[in-house]
């Protein structure tokens, strides 16, 4: 299962030896790569050359490396660098609002679970089996199609889609050391159940949450720009990924690029957090088979 | 075997019910006014009631649900609000459309996914392993539609090897075949990369597990050991596989809309411009009870292959 090490002995020896060991290199280029995603996101509307949403019709569909438009513009003659730029912040906050809030809940329900009696669990676990029962997208575009378009439905939905993986990871992971013999001097030595949690049980679910969640993030950026290119997100005439992508269907043939670099900065920001995932868990010492 | 069948079925038929639930909850709350979209923004009181009496809208929320679950066991889905014709028609047209892709994609996932899973778990040398896994891993990173986007541009436009779009010539109305591949390759891949992970770490797994190790003590060919190993690990492969086609039914949509394949995910789509709410709620239900009944069948499968999981013992992944 998620435990990190054995008993508790041994988890604090090697959370300290891990403190004092140096980052392995690639974990270092990973992070850059992560930093300067970050920096884009923060910055990105001050290096925008034009207005992400000031038509020129014009200079319509020019296309990658044209004079004064980097990246070409699209249909409407708007600047496709300065709407990425500024789709950018708009991407990093779906992937981290969503993950944020349900890590939250995700984490207390697990918890709750994993140290309530065996018929709460029962009945909390056979519950979320029908949130899994839902492949990830098709909850998302039913909950999002009920509340409307809008970034911030957007968001909603994809919460409730990402509260069961997290509340079955840490049940699982509290399930772990539920037995162990550091639980059972806690409990004898009269610590409270809130305590235990907190205490006890939460630093032994941290590591394996954190890499989980870490890929989470990228996966809730793709599924955020998919659902504004399924028209349930973003709305024209905003600059977001995935509504230039849907944008761009139109002009395949006319200019690739209008789809085509949405659609590659999806990957990328979506890689970066998947990779700095793989780096957290070999930093951590966390067993990735157990995560997916 | 009896009794792990009917404990399955135990388990499925409250998770089938909880979904009904889910999906007729969620498309309950949509906002906006079905009846103003038929009858437009300012319909007369009499008319309105006549209308929402048709529907059914006028009874509470709960006998409106269990009103729908009988209809809907009885195969009767509605009538779809923006064309007034039954939703029952367009759902089976669609969702034929949708496994034409979804088996061509599911073939490429699991096919895929068991090649390059034994590669990784068993080559050879250093190469052929770190290939399989760069492949894996890109494969199982880059989202459907952004796939769908470059394999257009690359294979349709450029090439011009493929068609853009659609599912069968205008003209012909033929050659599907050649339509599926670029829409199957998309929604494939990603289930392809994690499929092969999984796999690989089954088949490791398995591998190093004692009843192997005996085998191998007692002098087994590599061979033999390998086909043992293979046949160990197929339950989990069978799981895996399960949950990746779920995966696979949701990613669907994404590619149907880029392809512009005439199926569910389509079909879902267009709906939800128009407000149709009788077919989201077809389309996302018939979409999750596939899921639910697909995953009872590998429950079924692994049981019949591997004695460990109908005597209730937890098995790998």
């Given at each position: 299962?998620?435990?990190?090490s054995?008993?508790?002995?041994?988890?604090?020896?090697g959370?300290?030896?891990?403190?004092?060991?140096?980052?392995?290199?690639?974990?270092?280029?990973v992070?850059?790569?992560?930093?300067?995603?970050?920096?884009?996101?923060?910055?990105?509307?001050?290096?925008?050359?034009?207005?992400?949403?000031?038509?020129?019709?014009?200079?319509?569909?020019?296309?990658i490396g044209?004079?004064?438009h980097?990246l070409?513009?699209?249909?409407?003659?708007?600047?496709?660098?300065?709407?990425?730029?500024?789709?950018a912040?708009?991407?990093?906050?779906?992937?981290?609002?969503p993950?944020g809030?349900?890590?939250?809940?995700g984490?207390?329900?697990?918890?709750?679970?994993?140290?309530?009696?065996?018929?709460?669990?029962?009945?909390v676990?056979?519950v979320?089996?029908?949130?899994?029962?839902?492949?990830?997208?098709l909850?998302a575009?039913?909950?999002?199609?009920?509340?409307?378009?809008?970034?911030?439905?957007?968001m909603i939905?994809?919460?409730?889609?990402?509260?069961?993986?997290?509340?079955?990871?840490?049940?699982?992971?509290?399930?772990?050391?539920?037995?162990?013999?550091?639980?059972?001097?806690?409990?004898?030595?009269?610590?409270?159940?809130?305590?235990?949690?907190?205490?006890?049980?939460l630093?032994?679910?941290v590591?394996?949450?954190?890499?989980?969640?870490?890929s989470?993030?990228?996966?809730?950026?793709?599924?955020?720009?998919g659902?504004?290119?399924?028209g349930?997100?973003?709305?024209?005439?905003?600059?977001?990924?995935?509504?230039?992508?849907n944008?761009?269907?139109?002009?395949?043939?006319?200019?690739?690029?209008?789809?085509?670099?949405?659609?590659?900065?999806?990957?990328?920001?979506?890689?970066?957090?998947?990779?700095?995932?793989?780096?957290?868990?070999?930093?951590?010492?966390?067993?990735?088979?157990?995560?997916? | 075997?009896?009794?792990?069948?009917?404990?399955?079925?135990?388990?499925?038929?409250?998770?089938a019910?909880?979904?009904s639930?889910?999906?007729y909850?969620?498309v309950?709350?949509?906002?906006?006014?079905?009846?103003?979209?038929?009858?437009?923004?300012?319909?007369?009181?009499?008319?309105?009631?006549?209308?929402?009496?048709?529907?059914?809208?006028?009874?509470?929320?709960?006998?409106?649900?269990f009103?729908?679950?009988?209809?809907?066991?009885?195969g009767?889905l509605?009538?779809?609000i923006?064309?007034?014709?039954?939703?029952r028609?367009?759902?089976?047209?669609?969702?034929?459309?949708?496994l034409v892709?979804?088996?061509?994609?599911?073939?490429?996932?699991?096919?895929?996914?068991?090649?390059?899973?034994t590669?990784?778990a068993?080559a050879?040398?250093?190469?052929?392993?770190?290939?399989?896994?760069?492949?894996?891993?890109?494969?199982?990173?880059?989202?459907?539609y952004?796939?769908?986007?470059?394999?257009?541009v690359?294979?349709?436009?450029?090439?011009?090897?493929?068609?853009?779009?659609?599912?069968?010539?205008?003209?012909?109305?033929?050659?599907?075949?050649q339509?599926?591949?670029?829409?199957?390759?998309?929604?494939?891949?990603?289930p392809?990369?994690?499929i092969?992970r999984?796999?690989?770490?089954?088949?490791?797994e398995?591998?190093?597990?004692?009843w192997?190790?005996?085998?191998?003590a007692?002098?087994?060919?590599?061979?033999?050991?390998?086909?043992?190993?293979?046949?160990?690990?197929?339950?989990?492969?069978?799981?895996?596989?399960?949950?990746?086609?779920?995966y696979?039914?949701?990613?669907?949509?994404?590619?149907?809309?880029?392809f512009?394949?005439?199926?569910?995910?389509?079909?879902?789509?267009?709906?939800i411009?128009?407000?149709?709410l009788?077919?989201?709620?077809?389309?996302?239900?018939?979409?999750?009870?596939?899921?639910?009944i697909?995953n009872?069948?590998?429950?079924?499968?692994?049981?019949?292959?591997?004695?460990?999981?109908?005597?209730?013992?937890?098995?790998g992944v």
């Open positions: 299962m998620t435990t990190i054995g008993s508790l002995g041994t988890a604090r020896l959370r300290r030896v891990s403190r004092r060991r140096r980052l392995q290199p690639s974990t270092h280029v992070l850059g790569l992560l930093a300067m995603l970050v920096l884009v996101a923060v910055f990105g509307p001050l290096l925008a050359p034009h207005s992400p949403i000031a038509a020129d019709p014009v200079h319509r569909l020019a296309g044209s004079p004064g980097l070409g513009t699209d249909g409407q003659g708007r600047d496709i660098l300065s709407r990425l730029l500024y789709g912040r708009t991407s990093l906050l779906t992937g981290l609002v993950v809030i349900s890590s939250v809940i984490t207390a329900l697990g918890m709750f679970a994993g140290l309530a009696g065996s018929k709460l669990n029962a009945l676990m056979r979320l089996d029908v949130f899994y029962a839902f492949p990830t997208v909850l575009i039913a909950v999002g199609a009920a509340l409307g378009p809008g970034i911030r439905n957007a939905a994809l919460t409730v889609v990402f509260v069961p993986p997290v509340a079955r990871l840490v049940e699982s992971a509290v399930a772990a050391v539920r037995g162990d013999d550091f639980m059972e001097s806690a409990r004898s030595s009269g610590a409270s159940r809130v305590r235990i949690a907190t205490r006890q049980v630093p032994n679910v590591a394996p949450l954190v890499v989980y969640c870490t989470l993030i990228g996966l809730s950026i793709v599924e955020a720009a659902l504004s290119f399924l349930l997100a973003a709305t024209p005439p905003n600059a977001e990924w995935g509504l230039m992508l944008d761009g269907r139109n002009y395949f043939f006319t200019n690739p690029g209008v789809a085509l670099v949405p659609a590659v900065a999806v990957l990328v920001s979506s890689l970066i957090f998947n990779l700095t995932g793989d780096r957290l868990a070999v930093e951590l010492q966390v067993d990735r088979k157990e995560l997916s | 075997m009896g009794r792990y069948v009917l404990l399955r079925t135990l388990v499925m038929l409250p998770i019910l909880g979904v639930i889910v999906v909850v969620t309950k709350i949509i906002p906006g006014d079905p009846v103003a979209s038929i009858l437009g923004s300012h319909p007369s009181a009499s008319a309105r009631a006549a209308v929402e009496h048709h529907y059914g809208l006028d009874k509470p929320a709960v006998v409106q649900y009103y729908w679950l009988g209809r809907v066991l009885r009767d509605g009538e779809s923006s064309l007034q014709v039954p939703v028609t367009l759902v089976s047209a669609a969702v034929g459309n949708t892709l979804a088996g061509f994609a599911a073939v490429v996932a699991v096919g895929g996914g068991v090649i390059l899973g590669i990784m068993f050879r040398g250093r190469s052929p392993r770190v290939v399989a896994n760069a492949v894996a891993v890109t494969s199982l990173s880059v989202p459907q952004t796939l769908g986007v470059l394999f257009i690359t294979f349709a436009v450029n090439l011009g090897w493929f068609p853009t779009g659609g599912m069968r010539d205008a003209i012909t109305g033929g050659a599907v075949l339509h599926v591949v670029l829409p199957g390759f998309a929604s494939g891949l990603v392809m990369g994690i092969a999984m796999y690989s770490a089954a088949l490791r398995t591998a190093s597990s004692g192997v190790e005996s085998l191998r007692r002098g087994l060919s590599t061979p033999r050991l390998v086909g043992h190993i293979v046949y160990g690990s197929t339950s989990p492969l069978l799981t895996i596989a399960g949950l990746q086609l779920g696979l039914l949701g990613g669907v949509v994404y590619v149907e809309v880029i512009a394949w005439p199926g569910l995910g389509q079909l879902v789509y267009e709906s411009s128009k407000r149709d009788p077919v989201i709620q077809a389309g996302v239900l018939v979409a999750a009870l596939a899921f639910v697909l009872f069948g590998v429950d079924l499968l692994r049981a019949v292959i591997d004695p460990r999981v109908r005597k209730g013992r937890a098995v």
